[in-house]
Each structure stands twice: as structure tokens, then as C-alpha cells.
């Protein structure tokens, strides 16, 4: 018993047979909430109207922000909105598509008459009433919507159905038509607009160009017309580099040429510049000169024919010389007439495109003006082919963003309410409000209520379980099967004593109720059927109830001994219960309420200790009572009842924790009031005390054993080695 009260709690787990358990003990409950909810739900759903159910289908396609394209655009593609069918869904149950549904239908008079009494309502109150009576539903996947109405008559539920499917259509195609119409009224507006700067913008011009003498003859140029044209300023450049090139060329030739001797002049000038009357009077030089040359071999240098050659001979130099002379002359003139008609030429190009920059400069104001009416012009012309395309697109026929897949068709059974889905609904519930219930009820119930819980919470053991319903033994016979539990109960009080000698004992509890007189009566028989002298002391002095159970008197007893107005034999008395004797608690003057703790009373209980084998001792509550918390510390040892399912713990655990206070010795604790049946947690004892062994030993007539001996120490041992 002391390893037991050492040992540390445990973490408390349920196990499937615990919330069995639960289920059992609170099927009351269970089996009332799931009846009630059934029953509910059934009556509800026969009470109900019958509703019909129709469905129109339609598929939605998204708009644009613009019906209008841009110009020279197409038209742009739709991205993807997630929100778009929950928009849609937004605007067929807003007042622009209902509105009309209402108003067309004249479902205001209609149902005022037939749901309120014949009051007429108001928008507001009929879109509401026909919110509660339709459900938009998105078929998966796709551009599909369901429209579904109920209504108690089938006609009126489709009627209504395809109304709202229609007027939602009508909406958006008034809608779409509305935006194109209102692109293109825009598209008109600035048409007249342009126009009207174009006028301005035209006569602006006209009067840049007088006041700026712009010459402007081609009409569709937006820029001055150049002196030179392209072709010209090309022609003029590649002229020029040519020219260059020859000038620099013929001046490279006659640098080189000044620079030589005359004689080497002679000689290199008609290579670099051919001259047929220099190349005649050079070969007419040559042989005259060979001719020289034969004649000095022949004649005398003062010869005639000697003579007349060599003026022959000077005659031609001169000539060559002069020749000469004239070529380098005309080369030089040819240079310089390179490079004049080179400088013309660029002066002339140079000149034009100065004109052409200053033309530009001075007629700039005409030309940003022309420039811009022109592009007003081109817009102008494009804006109004747009407008002719979008009046001509308006009026041909087009695929509709709202299509009506399906009709909504009367329906040809109701669909509201669903009497197997409600009652099947209405059975499940109730059964999970019933189990639910039960469980928050036992999760609030911290009464004690299983052998191993005790254990935890008080750490003590468990002496022995009391069944339900059990009442006092000689009544009921002293081989009652309930008799069986409380030999339990006595086996193991005899092997929790650590000395023979203590044998006084208090059964308490903490609270009024819990069957600790019925167990000290019961306790006491059972000690005296074995043989033991035995005497139950009724110390409850304020509510005295074991006189009852053993139909004595009241009229002397413990008090009348106390207040020392009779002697012990006086106050003792014999019960029907061989063994057996009683001290009933005696009347209490209102003057003497502690008179367990006097010392009259220690006395009383060492000298009674002598006379008997054990004494029983009834006491009051604990918990609100002094006298309990008394008698708990002059007797040997106590026993602590505690009601199944009656108090909570911590109540109990109160108790436990005064008796140890004052120093009692607890060596158990006691169940009560156990109904076994329903908890498989004692469900064994059922078996042990109910069943056919207990029954087959009585039948076996044993031998009663000596007194002191415990006549059922053998069929108990089990059970007492499980604390």
C-alpha cells in the first residue's frame, strides 16, 4: 500500500472501451436528444411545403470595357477574370435584372396577394422573397450557368426561371449596344471637333504663306521644294571630286616638271604631256646632230656644210626651247582653269544649298502649320472611315454574349422538401447531438467514476465496489450475491492492517448520501457472520439512521454514555445478527455538540476495544462536520466511502486530506453505488459476484472456520492482490 501511494500519477488516456463506457452510462441522454431531434426533423419535413424546381441554362461570355475598337485595331481579346461568373452572379440578383423580372411579372401584386394577405409589397421585399426562392449554381469547367427557381406551382417555378434568364440577356445586350452607341457618339464628337481645327488650321496656313512669300507649288509637300535636288547634289559631288582629282593630279605633274633642267625638261615633258610638234623638232634635233656628228669625221669645222648644220642644229634648240617654253605655259593655264571651274563649282553648290536653308528657315512657321494640318487631315480621313465601319458593324448580326442553352421546363415531381434526406439528416444529427452531448456532459462530470482514476486522484487503493442498489444484508438474506462484495471489502481491510491490535474503524465520506451508514451496518454483518465479535457504534449524532436499519431503539446510547447518565452495558444492544451488537447514537442536547472529543469518549473507545473483536463506527459528513474529523483521529483505522457519479473529485479529495490532517489512518477507499451493468469497468466483479462460482461454493456447505479465522480469505485473494 505504501509503494501505491508513492507512486507518481499518471497521464490519464482514453481507450476505446472508455468512451464505450461514456456511450453506455449516457445512453439515456443519447437515445432522448437522437428521439427528439428524429422526430423533429420528420414532423418538420412532413409539414413543409412541397416546392417544384425549374432550370434555365445559359452561357455568358465576358464584355470589353469598349464596344469600340481603335483605329486601324482589332478587336481586343477578353483576359481571363476569376471573378467574372461571381460578378454575373452579383448582377442577376441586383435590381437592374430582378427589377424587371418583378416589374414584368407584376410579382408585387402577385404576391402580395397570394403570400401576405392580399398587401401590396414593395420592390425591395419582393427581390428578397425571390432571392430566398432561386439559386445560381456555375456548371464546372465551363461558360454556364444555372438558373434554378422553386416554387409550389410547377408552371409558375419555370415561368419565373426563363423570365430571369431573358431579362438578365436583354440586360446585357442593351448593355453592349449601349457602349458601342455611346464609342461611337464619342467617335462623332471629335470628327466634328477635327473639322472644325482643320478649317482653322487651313486658314492659318494660307496666311503663313503670304505673309511669308513661301513659294509652295506642290500642295502634298510638307517641306520647301530644294533648289538642288537629290540627283543634282550627287551629280555636283561626283563632279567635284573628280574635278579635284584631275586638278591635283595636273598639279603634281607640273610641280615636278618646274623643277628639271631644260635639257631633262626635253626629255621627260613628252612623256608626261605628249606634244607631236615637240616630238618632230626633237627627232629633227637628233639627226641633225648625227649628221654633225659625220660631217666633223669629213670636213674641217669651218666648212660650209659643217656651218650650215649647226645653225641647223641651233635653230631647233631655239625652237624646242620655245616649244617648251609654250607646253609648261600651257600646262600652267590648264591648272589654273581646273581650279577655277573647280571653285565654280562648289561656290554654285554652296550658293543653292544657302538659298535652300535660308528658303527653310524663313518659311518654317508654314511648314510645322502645313505639316500639322496635314496629319489632322489623314486622322481626320481615318476617323471617319471608323465611324462608318462601327455604324455598319452595329447593325449586322452578331454572336450574342448571353445565349439560353435550355429552357426551363416544368418539373414533374417536387424537390422540396426531400423526405428520406431530411430524416436520414435528422437521424444522423440527432445522433451526433445525443453522443455529443453525453460526452460534454461527462467531460464536465469530474465525479469519481473508475478504479484506476481513484487511484490516480487520491492515491490510495481501492478496498473494495460496492453494486448498485444494495440494501441492508439481513433483509436481503446473509448469502445475497451482494453479500459477496462487502466479504471483499472485509478480506482486504483484514490484510491492510499492519497490527491485530487495531481494530477500531470509522467509515466516512464527504458528502451527505454516499452509503457509508448501509456499508458500516452491511461491513459489521459481515464480520459477525464470520464469527467475530462484533459492535457498530452509530456516532452521527445529528442524523442518527442506523437504529432504523436495524429496528432498535433510539433512546439510549452513545450521548446518554458520554454525558455519563448510563453505563456501557446499559447503552449496548443486541441485534437479530448472531455476533453483533449496537450502540445507537442516543439523544443530543443542543448543549453537548463536541462530545466525541472528550475525553470520556477516548476512554469509552480503549475499554470497548477489549470487549470486541472490531468496532464499527458511523459518522456525519466530513466536509462541513467536526465530529467525522474527530473520530477519524481517535480510531485505528478509516475508511473512506465515496458515491459513484456523485460528487466531484476534488470534493472527495477534500476529505482525504482532512483525515490525514488530523492523523488518521486511511487504509482505503470504499465505491459506491456501482452500477455494473452499464460500466464495463467493474464489469468483472458483476461476473465474480453474480456468477455461478459464488453460488457453487455455498451449494459446497463448507465448514465455518474458527473465530478470528477469514472464512472467505481463499475466494478473495484475487481480487485483493489487483490494489
Excluded: C
Amino acid at each position: 500500500m505504501d509503494s501505491l501511494q508513492n507512486q507518481p500519477q499518471q497521464e490519464t488516456r482514453l481507450h476505446f472501451l472508455d468512451y464505450w463506457r461514456i456511450i453506455r452510462i449516457r445512453k439515456a441522454i443519447i437515445i432522448t436528444v437522437f428521439l427528439i431531434t428524429a422526430i423533429v426533423a420528420t414532423a418538420v419535413t412532413f409539414l413543409l411545403p412541397e416546392s417544384y424546381a425549374s432550370t434555365a441554362r445559359i452561357r455568358i461570355e465576358p464584355d470589353t470595357i469598349s464596344d469600340i475598337r481603335g483605329v486601324g485595331d482589332v478587336m481586343p481579346y477578353a483576359a481571363y477574370d476569376p471573378y467574372f461568373i461571381q460578378t454575373e452572379f452579383e448582377i442577376i440578383q441586383d435590381r437592374v435584372v430582378l427589377g424587371k423580372v418583378i416589374e414584368s411579372l407584376n410579382l408585387n401584386e402577385v404576391w402580395g396577394k397570394k403570400y401576405f394577405g392580399g398587401e401590396m409589397l414593395k420592390t425591395p421585399e419582393t427581390m428578397e422573397f425571390l432571392k430566398k426562392r432561386m439559386s445560381l449554381m456555375p456548371v464546372r469547367n465551363t461558360k454556364l450557368i444555372e438558373i434554378t427557381v422553386y416554387s409550389e406551382d410547377k408552371n409558375d417555378a419555370a415561368r419565373l426561371a426563363n423570365t430571369i434568364a431573358e431579362t438578365y440577356r436583354d440586360y446585357r445586350l442593351h448593355l453592349r449596344r449601349q457602349l458601342s452607341l455611346n464609342g461611337i457618339k464619342v467617335l462623332e464628337d471629335r470628327f466634328q471637333s477635327d473639322g472644325e481645327q482643320i478649317e482653322a488650321i487651313q486658314i492659318k496656313v494660307d496666311t503663313l504663306r503670304k505673309e511669308l512669300g513661301v513659294n509652295d507649288s506642290d500642295p502634298n509637300s510638307m517641306l520647301p521644294t530644294p533648289t538642288l535636288s537629290q540627283e543634282q547634289v550627287r551629280n555636283y559631288n561626283a563632279m567635284r571630286l573628280e574635278g579635284e582629282t584631275h586638278y591635283m593630279k595636273l598639279e603634281k605633274e607640273v610641280t615636278q616638271l618646274q623643277v628639271l633642267s631644260p635639257d631633262k625638261m626635253r626629255d621627260v615633258l613628252p612623256t608626261l604631256a605628249p606634244d607631236p610638234a615637240l616630238s618632230e623638232l626633237l627627232n629633227k634635233l637628233h639627226e641633225s646632230e648625227q649628221t654633225f656628228v659625220t660631217l666633223t669625221n669629213d670636213y674641217s669645222p669651218a666648212d660650209l656644210h659643217i656651218t650650215r648644220i649647226q645653225s641647223m642644229i641651233d635653230e631647233l634648240n631655239h625652237q624646242i626651247d620655245a616649244r617648251v617654253a609654250g607646253i609648261m605655259a600651257g600646262l600652267e593655264n590648264q591648272v589654273q582653269s581646273e581650279k577655277a571651274a573647280l571653285d565654280a563649282l562648289t561656290a554654285s553648290v554652296e550658293t543653292a544649298k544657302d538659298k535652300d536653308q535660308t528658303d527653310f528657315t524663313k518659311g518654317q512657321p508654314y511648314w510645322l502649320v502645313k505639316r500639322e494640318l496635314g496629319e489632322k487631315i489623314e486622322f481626320h480621313r481615318l476617323l471617319g472611315v471608323k465611324i462608318a465601319q462601327e455604324k455598319l458593324d452595329l447593325e449586322i448580326p452578331k454572336t450574342s454574349i448571353v445565349e439560353i442553352t435550355g429552357q426551363a421546363e416544368p418539373g414533374d415531381r417536387p424537390v422540396k422538401p426531400n423526405k428520406t434526406l431530411n430524416i436520414v439528416l435528422g437521424v444522423i444529427i440527432g445522433l451526433i447531438m445525443g453522443v455529443g452531448l453525453a460526452f460534454f456532459i461527462e467531460y464536465l462530470d469530474t465525479s469519481v467514476k473508475t478504479i484506476d482514476e481513484v487511484e490516480r486522484a487520491f492515491q490510495s487503493p481501492v478496498l473494495g465496489v460496492i453494486p448498485q442498489n444494495v440494501g441492508y444484508l439481513v433483509d436481503e438474506g446473509l448469502e445475497s450475491p451482494h453479500a459477496e462484495a462487502y466479504r471483499v471489502l472485509r478480506t482486504n481491510i483484514l490484510f491492510s492492517r499492519k497490527d491485530e491490535k487495531l481494530n477500531t474503524v470509522v467509515v466516512v465520506s464527504a458528502g451527505a448520501g454516499e452509503g457509508k451508514s448501509i456499508t458500516v451496518v452491511n461491513l459489521a454483518t459481515v464480520f459477525a457472520q464470520a464469527g467475530q465479535r462484533i459492535l457498530v457504534v452509530d456516532s452521527d449524532l445529528r442524523r442518527p439512521t442506523l437504529h432504523k436499519l436495524l429496528h432498535v431503539s433510539n433512546n439510549i446510547g452513545l450521548t446518554n454514555y458520554l454525558l455519563k447518565q448510563n453505563q456501557l452495558e446499559e447503552v449496548i444492544q443486541t441485534t437479530g445478527v448472531p455476533m453483533l451488537d449496537f450502540m445507537a447514537s442516543g439523544k443530543l442536547p443542543s448543549t453537548s455538540m463536541s462530545i466525541l472529543g472528550s475525553a470520556q469518549m477516548k476512554e469509552m473507545v480503549a475499554e470497548l476495544k477489549q470487549r470486541y473483536d472490531f468496532i464499527f463506527f458511523d459518522s456525519p459528513p466530513i466536509l462541513g462536520v467536526s465530529d467525522a474529523s474527530v473520530l477519524a483521529s481517535e480510531v485505528d483505522m478509516v475508511i473512506q466511502v465515496i458515491q459513484y457519479r456523485r460528487y466531484p473529485q476534488p470534493m472527495s479529495i477534500r476529505a482525504k486530506q482532512l483525515i490525514e490532517k488530523v492523523g488518521g489512518n486511511l487504509i482505503g477507499i470504499l465505491l459506491n453505488n456501482i452500477n455494473m451493468s452499464q460500466d464495463e469497468s467493474y464489469y468483472y466483479y458483476t461476473g465474480y459476484y453474480h456468477g455461478n462460482y459464488y453460488y457453487t461454493r455455498n451449494e459446497d456447505a463448507l465448514e465455518t472456520p474458527a473465530k478470528g479465522k477469514d472464512p472467505d480469505d481463499t475466494d478473495t485473494i484475487g481480487i485483493k492482490q489487483k490494489y
